[in-house]
């Protein structure tokens, strides 16, 4: 370490260091002082994070309803053995914190918007084990209100982004799911540390769950009239965009979900058929993939495996990779878990950290 500090410019130990894992880095940052402060500079953790971007995400997050617990799995230290696959869970604990989990609403650059039993939000990194509260929005909701969740980051005015759906059923109109009295949104900058609403979008809709790409939060969005799209809020203009879907869907089924797997938007509905936007915003792009299992199965597509290879989660508890060229499966023993498992997010392993966020550092 001696010799490394003496005998290397400085621009050439972060070059170095921003190659390594971040739990690696974690540990550099213990030998020294010196190694804390420049492993922990701003310019260091935004390089690091740009690399990371240019690998594919291999580490999941889980969520045990019954325990109340969140788990982490890195499919990178995945072990080998005579043709098995097995990998180790993480519980992922907190220090002065010990709650209940109840869902993952997003991930973002390693961050992921969490909730606990008690509706308490944080912004958290599985990582660094880093943990953020987020104050309540102001506002006063009665019964019969519907909220739905978005998170991502604005490079813009580099601000990471809590987006709210709300959206309040009439007391009427509870048998009617598309029927709605007044729908809006509430945006919280983790920069600012404060909540401000922005104007309710141009349609009634019920919205299913974001996913975050291009700077925008994306929903699939049901109208009343049975008509459905994809719907975008760009968070640095805070305007609602339109994403084709494809042709053959006039009406996608309420079952369809949204997932993004390495810089890529897909839409896959439990069943075997899963479409891929080859070219975003591009209607023509959408590609259609069939995953050769049965078809009573549940899947949910969770990443991307090398360049031919899915990983994929059947009936909530059995993992395994998908080869899409050759049809095959491989199953992966995930160790330490309970059987029936919700996974929620794919996410890549970084340094950054919700509590770096702020005005006064940034500047």
Not at 2 to 8: A, D, I, K, Q, V
Not at 78 to 86: K, L, Y
Request: proline content about 4%.
């Amino acid at each position: 370490m001696c010799n490394m500090e003496r005998e290397l410019p400085e621009e050439i130990k972060l070059d170095i260091f921003s190659r390594l894992p971040p739990k690696s880095i974690g540990r550099c940052r213990c030998l020294s002082k010196q190694w804390r402060a420049l492993l922990s500079q701003t310019n260091f953790i935004e390089t690091h994070l740009h690399l990371s971007k240019t690998h594919r995400e291999k580490s999941l997050i889980i969520v045990s309803i019954r325990l109340g617990a969140l788990f982490s799995v890195s499919l990178s230290n995945a072990h080998h053995v005579f043709g098995e696959i097995t990998v180790s869970a993480s519980k992922l604990s907190f220090a002065d914190r010990p709650h209940s989990w109840n869902a993952v609403y997003g991930s973002c650059n390693g961050l992921l918007l969490v909730d606990d039993a008690e509706h308490n939000m944080f912004v958290l990194n599985p990582t660094t084990r880093e943990i953020r509260g987020v104050p309540s929005w102001p506002l006063d909701l009665e019964d019969g209100n519907n909220f739905k969740y978005g998170f991502g980051y604005d490079s813009i005015s580099d601000d990471y982004n809590i987006v709210v759906h709300v959206c309040h059923f009439e007391d009427e109109c509870e048998c009617e799911p598309y029927c709605t009295h007044e729908a809006f949104f509430y945006v919280y900058s983790l920069k600012n540390g404060t909540w401000k609403r922005v104007r309710s979008h141009p349609f009634d809709a019920d919205v299913g769950s974001a996913v975050f790409l291009n700077g925008r939060v994306h929903w699939l969005a049901h109208w009343g009239d049975s008509t459905s799209a994809i719907v975008a809020f760009d968070l640095a203009d805070e305007e609602f965009h339109y994403v084709p879907h494809h042709r053959s869907y006039d009406r996608i089924s309420m079952d369809y979900r949204l997932v993004v797997l390495y810089r890529r938007l897909w839409m896959f509905n439990g069943r075997r058929y899963v479409r891929v936007m080859m070219k975003y915003s591009v209607e023509e792009s959408w590609n259609k993939l069939t995953i050769n299992v049965h078809e009573r199965v549940h899947i949910q597509p969770l990443c991307l495996w090398g360049q031919e290879e899915m990983v994929l989660c059947i009936d909530f508890s059995q993992f395994v990779i998908y080869n899409l060229k050759e049809g095959t499966l491989k199953y992966i023993a995930v160790q330490g878990i309970p059987r029936y498992v919700c996974v929620r997010a794919s996410y890549p392993e970084t340094l950054v950290s919700p509590n770096g966020i702020t005005t006064t550092e940034r500047g």
